[in-house]
């Protein structure tokens, strides 16, 4: 009897031997991602035992996120010497604090004594990192400071510069801040691409904090953020977003880095105006101050970017069906004064939109988890980004060294290369031919880099 064709057109249900076709996933071999290897046209989604089983969930927690900058959260929960972050990264925890200088400072969450958990919790601090334990003391930067009754009896050639704690790769970019546990990964300017300068018109770093909140989603993290890169779904599952994110209205907006990217040119006021009804950021060029921004920062974060507002997802993977989402809304600095009022209209837009969007990548959990179908084909028109991202995952998982990795390149400018997309009527800059930007402009980065 032949064994289940995992990338074949069609699945025999008699056929199938779960135990053989569960035991026949190897990770690590090429073989194994040839559909998501394979040319756009011709690619496959990924296995479901990616979405499914716990050793490939331990595997990405090792490979994936452990080796990726991943975001933490966002720079201003983080009060100078009074407020020290308690993070999960992959299955490491570690903590952040921030010196009167503003310089964020990263270590892994346990005292250089007897490896004690340092904070189980966000939590206040007075400027210093106490162990519960035994009470040795750190500085803001990890230095240890304190050893109480330590020296009572005195061991030779003890000094306290031997045992700060162990620093952790902690860096930010506009309001959110990363994290990165492995030496070998690319700087965080490597990571994000050409992003910085994509998106400089926004002035990010300025935005402010409005509203946090958090939901657990039985759904694994990857079927989250792969439903916000693609627009494949808009007209059914979230017929009120798609008067105002019409699929016509959707362009590609991808340069090189470690990201997917959409644009909804121009968002329409509709007959709601939910998206519109705060003030929009003074200073904003043409593109900016009409478009909605969509962009899937890999590994663990989606950033709504509206010219009045961002609506920010960050993704906690917590179980392979099971995923911890933190929901923060950022308002420019202008804004402040904005009525509550025209504040909640947004809000309660797009939590409506997000539960749509939890209902379905549920649904889809259900369905991975019982069906164990094999892979089906990827829709070239709607679900580059997907490809773009499953291949980053591939990448992620079977390089031994970081050193090897490939950011993606930009895309280019040509009819064929938007698949059935028409042309932008009011493209970013940094998207415009070279020939056409004044002097001074950004340049034009998103173009075939050859």
């Given at each position: 009897?032949?064994?289940?064709?995992?990338?074949?057109?069609?699945?025999?249900l008699?056929?199938?031997?779960?135990?053989?076709?569960?035991?026949?996933?190897?990770?690590?071999?090429?073989?194994?991602?040839?559909?998501?290897?394979?040319p756009?046209?011709?690619s496959?989604?990924?296995?479901?035992?990616?979405?499914?089983?716990?050793?490939?969930?331990?595997?990405?927690?090792?490979?994936?996120?452990?080796?990726?900058w991943?975001?933490?959260?966002?720079?201003?929960?983080?009060?100078?010497?009074?407020?020290?972050?308690?993070?999960?990264?992959?299955s490491?925890?570690?903590?952040?604090?921030?010196?009167?200088?503003?310089?964020?400072?990263?270590?892994?969450?346990?005292?250089?004594?007897?490896?004690?958990?340092?904070?189980?919790?966000?939590?206040?601090?007075?400027?210093?990192?106490?162990?519960?334990?035994?009470?040795?003391?750190?500085?803001?930067?990890?230095?240890?400071?304190a050893?109480?009754?330590?020296?009572?009896?005195?061991?030779?050639?003890?000094?306290?510069?031997?045992?700060?704690?162990?620093?952790?790769?902690?860096?930010?970019?506009?309001?959110l801040?990363?994290?990165?546990?492995?030496s070998?990964?690319?700087a965080?300017?490597?990571?994000?691409?050409?992003?910085?300068?994509?998106?400089?018109?926004?002035?990010?770093?300025?935005?402010?904090?409005?509203?946090?909140?958090?939901?657990?989603?039985?759904?694994?993290?990857?079927?989250?953020?792969?439903?916000?890169?693609?627009?494949?779904?808009?007209?059914?599952?979230?017929?009120?977003?798609?008067?105002?994110?019409?699929?016509?209205?959707?362009?590609?907006?991808?340069?090189?880095?470690m990201?997917?990217?959409?644009?909804?040119?121009?968002?329409?006021?509709?007959?709601?105006?939910?998206?519109?009804?705060?003030?929009?950021?003074?200073?904003?060029?043409?593109?900016d101050?009409?478009?909605?921004?969509?962009?899937?920062?890999?590994?663990?974060?989606?950033?709504s970017?509206?010219?009045?507002h961002?609506?920010?997802?960050?993704l906690?993977?917590?179980?392979?069906?099971?995923?911890?989402?933190?929901?923060?809304?950022?308002?420019?600095?202008?804004?402040?004064?904005?009525?509550g009022e025209?504040?909640?209209?947004?809000?309660?837009?797009w939590l409506?939109?997000?539960?749509?969007?939890?209902?379905?990548?549920q649904?889809?959990?259900?369905?991975?988890?019982?069906g164990?179908?094999?892979?089906?084909?990827?829709?070239?028109?709607?679900?580059?980004?997907?490809?773009?991202f499953?291949?980053?995952?591939?990448?992620?998982?079977?390089?031994?060294?970081?050193n090897?990795?490939?950011?993606?390149?930009?895309?280019?400018?040509?009819?064929?290369?938007?698949?059935?997309?028409?042309?932008?009527?009011t493209?970013?800059?940094?998207?415009?031919?070279?020939?056409?930007?004044?002097?001074?402009?950004?340049?034009?980065?998103?173009?075939?880099?050859?």
């Amino acid at each position: 009897m032949a064994g289940p064709r995992l990338l074949g057109p069609t699945l025999d249900l008699g056929q199938l031997d779960w135990q053989a076709m569960a035991m026949s996933v190897d990770w690590m071999s090429d073989k194994q991602w040839r559909g998501t290897r394979a040319p756009l046209v011709e690619s496959t989604g990924l296995h479901p035992d990616a979405y499914t089983d716990d050793a490939f969930f331990q595997l990405e927690q090792e490979r994936l996120f452990e080796r990726s900058w991943v975001c933490v959260g966002v720079a201003s929960e983080v009060a100078d010497g009074e407020r020290m972050l308690v993070r999960k990264v992959g299955s490491r925890s570690i903590v952040i604090t921030r010196d009167g200088t503003g310089n964020f400072h990263g270590f892994v969450n346990s005292c250089r004594h007897r490896g004690t958990e340092l904070a189980e919790t966000d939590c206040d601090i007075n400027n210093t990192i106490r162990c519960p334990y035994h009470r040795w003391t750190y500085s803001l930067d990890g230095n240890l400071i304190a050893t109480p009754l330590f020296d009572e009896v005195p061991r030779p050639g003890f000094d306290k510069a031997d045992f700060s704690l162990i620093p952790v790769r902690v860096e930010t970019w506009g309001p959110l801040l990363f994290a990165c546990m492995a030496s070998d990964t690319p700087a965080l300017s490597t990571w994000l691409g050409d992003l910085p300068e994509r998106m400089a018109g926004y002035r990010l770093d300025e935005w402010v904090l409005r509203e946090q909140q958090e939901v657990e989603i039985a759904a694994n993290w990857k079927l989250i953020t792969e439903n916000f890169q693609e627009y494949y779904h808009l007209r059914w599952v979230h017929p009120e977003l798609s008067k105002v994110s019409r699929v016509a209205d959707h362009y590609r907006y991808q340069g090189p880095g470690m990201y997917c990217g959409q644009t909804t040119t121009p968002v329409s006021d509709d007959d709601r105006g939910d998206w519109l009804a705060m003030p929009a950021r003074p200073g904003l060029d043409e593109s900016d101050g009409c478009s909605g921004r969509f962009v899937a920062l890999f590994p663990n974060v989606m950033l709504s970017v509206l010219p009045n507002h961002i609506f920010l997802m960050r993704l906690e993977p917590v179980a392979p069906g099971v995923t911890r989402e933190t929901c923060t809304f950022l308002l420019p600095p202008e804004s402040g004064e904005v009525s509550g009022e025209a504040f909640e209209s947004t809000r309660t837009f797009w939590l409506e939109v997000n539960d749509e969007d939890i209902n379905i990548v549920q649904r889809s959990q259900r369905g991975l988890t019982a069906g164990h179908i094999s892979p089906g084909p990827l829709a070239p028109r709607f679900e580059e980004p997907l490809h773009r991202f499953q291949n980053m995952v591939a990448d992620m998982v079977t390089l031994d060294s970081l050193n090897d990795l490939k950011v993606p390149i930009g895309d280019t400018n040509d009819e064929a290369a938007r698949l059935g997309t028409a042309a932008n009527p009011t493209p970013p800059a940094i998207d415009l031919p070279t020939s056409t930007l004044r002097s001074g402009s950004i340049r034009a980065s998103g173009a075939d880099p050859t």
